[in-house]
């Protein structure tokens, strides 16, 4: 009796650590041995004299003070976990370095670069040089959703960076809403020089970068016109890991384009994909405040580079759609779990 309750023990016993074995490997390892190097720069994108700048730019101290103060105000994160925020916020001071306007789109991104601005003078080091002036966290006073602006954020991202699991978790879902037809159309049809000067800060740093996502762009329009002549639905492969964007923005590009109105009854059967693993699967396309080089009392709701049309069809197409899920936050998190 009793060797046969000892077996069945070890028996429930292993199909716990069986269970619990199996869920930790399909979890994502929340360690920063596995911060990729480089920002997780793809391969061919000229973005080595920004990098430089921003690395330059960050002084290792200061980092360590922001490090110690949020980890003391947030207790039950770990220093891993503070070091993927950090991996992200950098990623986001390239894109406020290139972009007219960059919203921050999560808020736990947003709480570690909250935590760089008690240091006021460090962080005007900083600013100064790297950006050669004070890099301003302006608010977003009027907390609508603001799909398009988080579709093109999006795309410039998956240009540049490697989707992580993590990239995932802390930006929300990606993808999920449509760029607006008069930012494609100009991108198409415009000039290289009306486009710098409309969507991008123009200065040395910047040049190649802004070159290289002009053509990407460019590029992607022209590729989508082609599959729309032998293809009118478009047909994609499906990513099979966070990284492959290649695939997903092209996609993006040619729902956006040809089906803005029904983009995410499109571009969900790419969109996804594992993402769902990691995420709850709603997107919030509100954003806490964006970089500024110009100092504002208040958000007027002025949009930068972007037109008011930059709800073309309403933004209920893959926006803000956030009803399944127990909470969100304001910051566009994407009630990532």
């Known amino acids: 009796m009793t060797a046969g309750i000892i077996v069945g023990v070890i028996v429930v016993a292993g199909i716990v650590a ?87 789109f999560s808020d736990e991104v947003d709480e570690v670069w909250h935590t760089m601005l008690l240091f006021t003078k460090n962080y005007q080091t900083f600013s100064e040089r790297f950006l050669g002036k004070m890099l301003h966290h302006n608010p977003n006073t009027n907390p609508e959703p603001e799909p398009q602006e988080r579709a093109f954020f999006d795309w410039v991202f998956s240009q540049l960076f490697e989707l992580t ?29 009306y486009l710098i000067d409309k969507y991008f800060n123009n200065d040395t740093e910047n040049k190649a970068l802004t070159e290289y996502l002009l053509f990407q762009m460019k590029y992607q329009l022209s590729e989508a016109e082609k599959i729309y002549r032998s293809d009118k639905k478009g047909s994609f492969t499906r990513p099979r890991h966070f990284g492959e964007m290649s695939t997903l923005s092209l996609a993006m590009i040619f729902y956006s384009y040809y089906y803005f109105d029904d983009y995410w009854a499109h571009a ?52 803000s759609s956030c009803s399944s899920c127990s909470s969100c936050s304001s910051c566009g998190s994407g009630c990532s779990s």
């Open 18 to 104: 069986g269970i619990t074995s199996k869920t930790k490997k399909n979890r994502p390892q929340l360690s920063k041995e596995n911060i990729p190097e480089r920002l997780g720069v793809l391969e061919g994108v000229p973005v080595q004299p920004l990098l430089d700048k921003l690395n330059a730019a960050l002084d290792e101290e200061y980092i360590q003070q922001v490090k110690q103060r949020f980890l003391k105000e947030n207790p039950k994160l770990s220093e891993d976990e503070f070091e993927w925020r950090l991996f992200e916020l950098k990623r986001y001071f390239l894109l406020a370095h290139l972009l007219k306007k960059a919203p921050m």
């Open 165 to 193: 699991n993590f990239t995932w978790k802390s930006w929300g879902s990606f993808f999920k809403s449509p760029i607006d037809m008069k930012v494609l159309k100009e991108f198409k049809d415009g000039n290289e020089d």
């Open 268 to 319: 969900k059967a790419y969109a996804f994909a594992d993402t769902i693993k990691y995420t709850s699967g709603c997107t919030t396309t509100v954003f806490c405040g964006y970089a500024s080089s110009e100092k504002h009392d208040s958000d007027s709701g002025d949009s930068g580079g972007w037109d008011s049309g930059g709800h073309h069809g309403g933004g209920d197409s893959g926006g």
